[in-house]
């Protein structure tokens, strides 16, 4: 399916069945999702740019004089999205920020969200993170003026993805620099703000299954806060990758697809 527009967000809708809804993360875009579509050819595969990321660098919720971005304001973008597709009800997979940005929608929306799979997975920034994102939106805004986000990017993809990943698969370094590299810096820098403001969603009020999936390498989202997020929620469980750091379906795409595909079909 081509490309579709919800308030200027793009929109790619494709398959037949349940819906899925994808949210990527920093830096992300709705291609981060690619690798898991072949095992999920019996359900209906959403992915979103979301606002000020990737082909979204003019949604309306970045335009000039709307509110500050936040975790909450990308919530109900997506809700505005389902709403245009007619879906009533979705399994919402994340990755990073998509993961806070999801567990929000589940409290915002508990009726819309029929279970969580977080990849990669953040309850709430740290403030060594939230440190880290102020500097890095005020390096994006620098790079606006300089030329592009590649030294970001380098930065980003080397910090990152697993020592298994950098050696063994260059496709995927390159793919992540790409990703990184080519987003609008305004938009990275107002979703670096977010992420940098952004405050845990009331876990105790969602009540759908959760399946979180990390990287033993994860230097972004560590294993450990990963499961101090799973033990806040009252139905979830974790599944660990080797060799892997925070981008796993990326890095572990085999290993994502059996994992995710295992869990939606345990919700049909």
């Known amino acids: 399916m081509a490309i579709a527009w919800v308030d200027r967000m793009a929109v790619d809708s494709r398959g037949e069945g349940d819906a899925v809804l994808f949210v990527h993360g920093l830096g992300g875009s709705l291609n981060v999702w690619s690798p898991l579509l072949p095992a999920l050819a019996r359900w209906r595969c959403v992915r979103v740019d979301l606002p000020g990321a990737g082909r979204s660098h003019r949604a309306y919720a970045v335009a000039e004089g709307a509110p500050p971005l936040t975790a909450e304001v990308h919530a109900q973008a997506l809700q505005r999205v389902c709403a245009a597709l007619g879906i009533v009800r979705a399994h919402v997979v994340g990755h990073s920020?998509?993961?806070?940005?999801?567990?929000?929608l589940a409290v915002m929306a508990p009726q819309l969200v029929r279970s969580l799979a977080l990849f990669g997975a953040l309850w709430q920034p740290a403030q060594a993170?939230?440190?880290?994102?102020?500097?890095?939106?005020?390096?994006?805004r620098a790079a606006r003026d300089s030329g592009g986000l590649f030294e970001i990017a380098e930065g980003i993809s080397d910090f990152a993805l697993s020592a298994s990943t950098k050696q063994t698969q260059p496709v995927t370094v390159a793919f992540v620099r790409e990703c990184v590299g080519a987003q609008d810096p305004e938009g990275l820098a107002k979703?670096?703000?977010?992420?940098?403001?952004?405050?845990?969603?009331r876990t105790e009020l969602i009540r759908c299954p959760v399946l979180v999936v990390n990287g033993d390498e994860d230097q972004v989202t560590p294993l450990s806060g990963?499961?101090?997020l799973a033990e806040r929620l009252p139905d979830a469980r974790v599944e660990v990758?080797?060799?892997?750091?925070?981008w796993p379906m990326?890095?572990?795409?085999?290993?994502?697809?059996?994992?995710l595909r295992e869990f939606l079909e345990r919700q049909r």
């Open 129 to 140: 993170m939230r440190e880290g994102m102020r500097a890095r939106a005020a390096a994006a």
């Open 97 to 104: 920020f998509g993961t806070l940005i999801a567990q929000h």
């Open 191 to 201: 979703n670096c703000l977010a992420l940098a403001e952004a405050e845990g969603a």
């Open 241 to 246: 990758l080797s060799r892997c750091g925070h």
């Open 226 to 228: 990963a499961r101090q």
């Open 250 to 259: 990326l890095e572990r795409p085999a290993e994502c697809q059996r994992a």
